[in-house]
């Protein structure tokens, strides 16, 4: 079991920066990719960034050059910092991490409860 925990969320104008920290706990040892994700209201849960163990990353096109993922393996915490935030980015921000159960085959993805975000105009 891995546990996830989300912080850092806010309400913040457009233009600003917030930046939201994972801690993961539990069986770690196994976690691959950590990653963030976002969901609005009415919208499907999208993909932010994801980092993996050996630190490559990958970002959503609407957030590149924003957004920051980041990653500290020794304590198993991953952040994300997110500058020029835009109304857009409103949602709620959730943290993934990806267990590797089969290389290639079977993984489980846990999830945090999440964390709002809010950019006001």
């Known amino acids: 079991q891995v546990q996830l925990v989300e912080s850092g969320g806010g309400l913040v104008q457009a233009g600003g920066s917030l930046r939201l920290s994972c801690a993961a706990s539990g069986s770690t040892r196994s976690v691959n990719t950590m990653g963030w994700y976002r969901q609005a209201p009415g919208k499907q849960r999208e993909l932010v960034a994801t980092?993996?163990?050996?630190?490559?990353?990958n970002y959503a096109d609407s957030v590149k050059g924003r957004f920051t993922i980041s990653r500290d393996n020794a304590e198993n915490t991953a952040y994300l910092q997110m500058n020029s935030l835009k109304p857009e980015d409103t949602a709620v921000y959730y943290c993934?991490?990806?267990?590797?159960?089969?290389?290639?085959?079977?993984?489980?993805?846990?999830w945090g409860q999440g964390t709002q975000v809010t950019v006001s105009s």
């Open positions: 993934n991490a990806r267990t590797v159960i089969i290389a290639g085959a079977v993984y489980y993805d846990y």
């Open positions: 980092i993996s163990s050996g630190g490559t990353t």
